[in-house]
């Protein structure tokens, strides 16, 4: 199973939840986002082994990835969401630990069917 979440419209300044539930074993859970016309960015990370976390420069200080082990359920808590973070947001999975960290985008798994955040007043 393999199910994301919590995207949606919301103003300058609001914020957001993504949920991403994974039903498997996994290294390591995150999001990317891609907008249209650009490339697919990898904004954030986490590691089910230690928790270690990555965030990209341009969400830093304003996203926050955490992990329900309990739940399979991974969340990205966005703050202070700016019209730029416009994009689908895509949840995905590596299964081993076996890449570099971050990994790379061809080095994902699995990856979820999208959700458009919408950032507009």
């Known amino acids: 199973q393999f199910v994301e979440s919590g995207g949606g419209l919301v103003q300058p300044g609001g914020s957001l939840r993504l949920s991403c539930v994974v039903s498997?074993?996994?290294?390591?859970i995150g999001w990317f986002r891609q907008a249209p016309l650009g490339e697919r960015e990898e904004i954030s990370l986490?590691?089910?082994?230690?928790?270690?976390?990555y965030y990209a420069d341009s969400i830093k200080g304003r996203f926050t990835i955490t992990r329900d082990n309990a739940k399979n359920t991974a969340y990205l808590q966005m703050d202070y969401l700016q019209p730029e973070d416009t994009a689908v947001y895509y949840c995905?999975?590596?299964?081993?630990?076996?890449?570099?960290?971050?990994?790379?985008?061809?080095?994902?798994?699995?990856w979820g069917q999208g959700t458009q955040v919408t950032v507009s007043s």
């Open positions: 995905t999975v590596k299964i081993l630990n076996n890449s570099r960290w971050p990994p790379r985008l061809w080095e994902y798994d699995y």
């Open positions: 498997e074993d996994y290294f390591a």
């Open positions: 986490i590691s089910t082994t230690d928790g270690s976390t």
